[in-house]
């Protein structure tokens, strides 16, 4: 769905104009990100896919199922649920970075950064609306 100038700014105060995930302030560029996705059709040509654009559950186009999301949130999140995404960065967290990342390993040894073992717990989910 297509949101109106007004439904786009309902939705961007929806976590006080802030990342509904990692927390970080909105600035004018910001994507309406679908909670559970609607996840559209791909198509294979030639060793490329191409997205058609249809959807293949098109009841969850609604502005109840978005959350403002910063750029790289939404990117990262792509059209895994919740719990998949929660995986995913604990993955990172737990396997992947200081494997990965001479960078990262070296900053560790040098005390920093900090790798916590909290649970992942995203920026609505410990949002309160102060009014």
């Not at 302030?25 to 198509?43: M, N, P, Q, S």
């Not at 200081?98 to 920026?123: C, M, N, Q, W, Y």
Request: net charge positive; hydrophobic share 30%.
């Amino acid at each position: 769905m297509k949101l109106t100038k007004s439904q786009r700014e309902e939705l961007k105060n929806k976590y006080g104009g802030h990342c509904a995930y990692c927390g970080d302030e909105l600035g004018d560029k910001w994507h309406a990100d679908h909670i559970e996705a609607v996840k559209r059709d791909i198509i294979h040509v030639g060793g490329g896919k191409l997205v058609s654009g249809e959807m293949t559950r098109p009841h969850l186009d609604t502005i109840e199922n978005m959350n403002p999301a910063c750029i790289p949130c939404n990117s990262n999140k792509s059209s895994m649920s919740l719990k998949s995404w929660r995986s995913l960065l604990t993955h990172y967290r737990d396997v992947q970075l200081l494997r990965d990342s001479t960078h990262a390993r070296h900053l560790h040894r040098f005390g920093l950064i900090e790798i916590k073992s909290e649970p992942v717990v995203f920026f609505f989910e410990k949002y309160e609306v102060t009014a």
